[in-house]
């Protein structure tokens, strides 16, 4: 198991742009594919982008195609998701997910979670 502490939630203006952290601990970092997921009030928590072990592949969601990337720095037991061009409908709380057995794309295919950043962006 892994344990993840994201950071770098904020309250931000259209347009602004944001960097979230994840630091993770425990289990060999190396060997977890990671992503980063959302959920607004009311909806369901969705993939925004996943990264694999060596961060070689990665996938993104339409909604956020272009305008957030995710890295991760395996040195560093951490993974991040630059959010640039913020809309207001990127409000939502942030997770970090891990999975140590597949890199997906569904809530489903992450074992270990953060507790969340929260994302606010007025327009």
């Known amino acids: 198991q892994v344990q993840l502490v994201e950071s770098g939630g904020g309250l931000v203006q259209a347009g602004d742009s944001l960097r979230l952290s994840c630091a993770a601990s425990?289990?060999?970092?190396?060997?977890?594919?990671m992503g980063w997921f959302r959920q607004a009030p009311g909806k369901e928590r969705e993939c925004v982008a996943t990264?694999?072990?060596?961060?070689?592949?990665?996938y993104y969601s339409d909604s956020v195609k272009g305008r957030f990337t995710i890295s991760r720095d395996n040195a560093k037991n951490t993974v991040y998701l630059q959010m640039n061009s913020l809309k207001p409908e990127d409000t939502a709380v942030y997770y970090c997910?891990?999975?140590?057995?597949?890199?997906?794309?569904?809530?489903?295919?992450?074992?270990?979670w953060g507790q969340g950043t929260q994302v606010t962006v007025s327009s």
């Open positions: 425990g289990r060999t970092f190396s060997r977890y594919a």
């Open positions: 990264i694999s072990w060596s961060g070689a592949r990665t």
């Open positions: 997910a891990g999975s140590l057995l597949r890199w997906g794309t569904t809530r489903g295919d992450y074992d270990d």
